[in-house]
């Protein structure tokens, strides 16, 4: 009987499901019908595919051909179908053996001559066969796909007279060298130092209680103060992922046409998107969904530089994706889930003028307006915001103590991170509220003392938390035991904004 069946992967945001290619020849008029929800690129397969195998050499049956895409209800898009298509074609009319087809599954994109291409987003599909155990044929041009996974079973294809010469088990294909190491721990790029950042003590110490536990960080400052130096250096203190994370961030970044390096697969993403962002951008979606800065920043750091000039509504769609850790796209076609968990970083002036002292030029009106464009709720999600003031007169000529450098903050939270892990198997960030009570070690009378203190600053519950979190933070980086009240005065310390605000309502 004319039939086969190849297999091969869909696109489906980060996941790869299944997709059997199923070829059909039968007697008739000559047609090509290609059934099983197939977008326009897809639809287009047929064209490729025929000139394909008619200048590779093989023989194009002249019959009725149905091609079938199952399961039927997965929209499929793109010219990833093009190599199962064709492999369907020569099995089906027995030009290539069946038999060679089980267990394998193909992927790629066709040129007129037969050459296989490049296909984009295939690192979900090289995951999903290593978790099956398949057997997964690729186009040469994505072998650094396959060398991040480092997966043995991938063979790499260039063409399709090669291709049906490995199928008739006549030549071999090109696969991995598992053996290779294909990645640095070192960092071999020259990365920022802390210690070209003069002075901002207060807020040297705030980035490294925010990069040792994982917490989102707003500084406020007039301009030219530092706060664009001090968010590019949060990447020289972060630790490097470990490689189930790493391999989470290469997939969404393979979604979304980015490639990720190798000698850059262990290291943090840092995303930060101008203030003219659309709220898509950001979050993610489009009529084919693709993930956002939140989701390219997963695991890594979001920075959103002059926070208040981004338009209100477009903020706010970040606040669900700060709490859950992930960003669902919902379309008439699919339900998508982008995991987001990213630490943000904001800067912002204090004033529309850019200064709230003896330079202001704005009435206090005019900057309650301008902070009113960050929402009470989106503010909320911070656990410290901090004031990186100017510097004193003399600080840039005086000679002083060289600064810390941004090794020695990195071993510091490490270490705290190290010490997080173990004790709870997540960062003091994610921690939630009856996780706090049973790994913070507050005595009694300092949750009273921080409940006071959360209702005279007119502080909400979920700020309760958040400062428990940070002086956690700040009792690990101290390596003590146990969360103490000078901990919660440090972390009380780093409310700016809402010490801003109170100011400004005690003017009205």
Known sequence: MAIACVHTRASCGVEAPAVTVEVH?????????LVGLPEASVKEARERVRSALINAGFEFPMRRITVNLAPADLPKQGGRYDLPIAVGILAASEQIPASSLQQTEFVGELALSGEIRYCQGLL??????????????????NRHDAELVGYSKVFFGSHLQTLAAFLHG????????????????????????????????????????????GHNLLMLGPPGTGKTMLASRMMSILPQLNYQEALEVAAIHSVAGIDIKPQ???????????????????VGGGSIPKPGEISLAHRGVLFLDEVAEFPRKVLDCLREPMETGEVVISRAAAKLTFLS??????????????????????????????????SG?????????????????????????????????????KQARETQFARAGILNSELSGKQLGHYSGLKQEDLVFLEQSVVKLGLSVRSFHRIQRVARTIADLEQSRNTERRHLAQALGYRAMDRLLARLNLQF
């Open 264 to 282: 850059h697969f262990l290291k943090r993403p840092f995303r930060a998107p101008h203030h003219t962002s659309s709220s898509i951008s950001l």
């Open 377 to 413: 709720p989106f503010l909320d999600r911070f656990d410290l915001t901090i004031e990186v003031p100017k510097l004193p007169a003399g600080t840039l000529t005086q000679q002083t103590a060289p600064s810390e450098k941004s090794q020695e903050i990195a071993k510091r939270v």
């Open 170 to 213: 006549q030549n071999q294909l090109p696969g991995l060298d598992i053996q290779t190491q294909w990645h640095r721990d070192d960092n071999t790029e020259t990365e920022p130092c802390l210690s070209d950042v003069i002075g901002q003590y207060q807020a040297k110490q705030a980035l490294e209680i925010a990069a040792a536990g």
């Open 124 to 141: 979900p599909a090289i995951i999903a066969s290593q978790r099956e155990d398949k057997t997964l044929i690729l186009p040469l041009d």
């Open 25 to 33: 020849l039968s007697n008739g008029l000559p047609a090509f019908n």
């Open 341 to 374: 968990r990213f630490q943000l970083i904001a800067a912002m002036n204090p004033s529309p003028s850019g200064d709230i002292d003896a330079n202001n030029r704005s009435t206090p009106d005019q900057v309650q307006r301008y902070l009113s464009r960050l």
